[in-house]
């Protein structure tokens, strides 16, 4: 029984088309996560939620829009798709009190042709 | 390999050798550090924690060493395995509105039988 999940895992597009990335997790965690993992292996946070708020919004392109529609999914909708948005994109949760940090789901390898 | 050409820093052990990874933070005011390990396809996976009131925290075959003093971390794996074989990260938590882990750039580990 899978902890978080994220569905697809791999995602090819062409550029300029809108997708999304949805993402569950069953470990009863208040808070959910948006990583982006680069070629180079480079882990950067771009959103995180609390309980279905908008908690952490680092400076991510407005094209990129997460939603909650309860504290158990987070989903990443990206219009106007760019070469440049091609990375592993992770979902994550974590518990109150930030016991054992994170736990991530496997990845949506996301490819923009 | 996936990890070829990443140009990360690459630590190649022969099994049953204790390995030694490195981090250094940039943030002292971060309290909470974790070490992550991530195999070839998948998300990271917590390996071991410390909080900022401690100089070391032993787990299973991993013990993570803090000095505050230069910022720096470090994972020791005792008898290292094959299965040890993955790419490992520093994360500091630096949240001011919640809990924000910020990942650092990434090791190679290699274990040679």
């Known amino acids: 029984d899978t902890a978080v999940s994220q569905t697809p895992k791999y995602l090819v597009t062409q550029m300029g088309n809108d997708k999304s990335i949805k993402c569950e997790q069953n470990?009863?965690?208040?808070?959910m996560y948006w990583y982006k993992q680069d070629s180079k292996k480079f882990l950067k946070i771009m959103f995180s939620?609390?309980?279905?708020?908008?908690?952490i919004n680092e400076t991510v392109p407005n094209r990129f829009s997460p939603k909650s529609p309860d504290k158990a999914h987070l989903n990443l909708h990206i219009n106007s798709l760019e070469l440049g948005d091609s990375a592993v994109y992770f979902c994550?949760?974590?518990?109150?009190?930030?016991?054992?940090?994170?736990?991530f789901g496997s990845g949506t390898r996301l490819t923009v042709v | 390999g996936e990890n070829v050409g990443l140009h990360l820093p690459t630590l190649s052990v022969q099994e049953g050798d204790n390995s030694i990874i490195n981090c250094a933070y940039s943030?002292?005011?971060?309290?909470?550090f974790i070490w992550y390990k991530q195999e070839s396809g998948k998300g990271p996976q917590f390996i071991i924690d410390?909080?900022?009131?401690?100089d070391k925290r032993q787990g299973q075959r991993v013990t993570v060493l803090l000095n505050k003093t230069v910022k720096h971390l470090s994972l020791q794996i005792a008898a290292t395995q094959p299965g040890d074989s993955a790419v490992y990260f520093c994360?500091?938590?630096?949240?001011?509105?919640?809990?924000?882990?910020?990942f650092g750039a990434g090791t190679i580990l290699r274990v040679k039988s």
């Open positions: 994550a949760s974590s518990p109150p009190l930030f016991l054992r940090g994170y736990t």
């Open positions: 470990l009863g965690h208040d808070t």
């Open positions: 939620y609390n309980n279905k708020e908008l908690i």
């Open positions: 943030n002292s005011a971060s309290d909470y």
């Open positions: 410390i909080r900022s009131n401690m």
């Open positions: 994360a500091e938590n630096k949240g001011e509105y919640g809990n924000k882990l910020v």
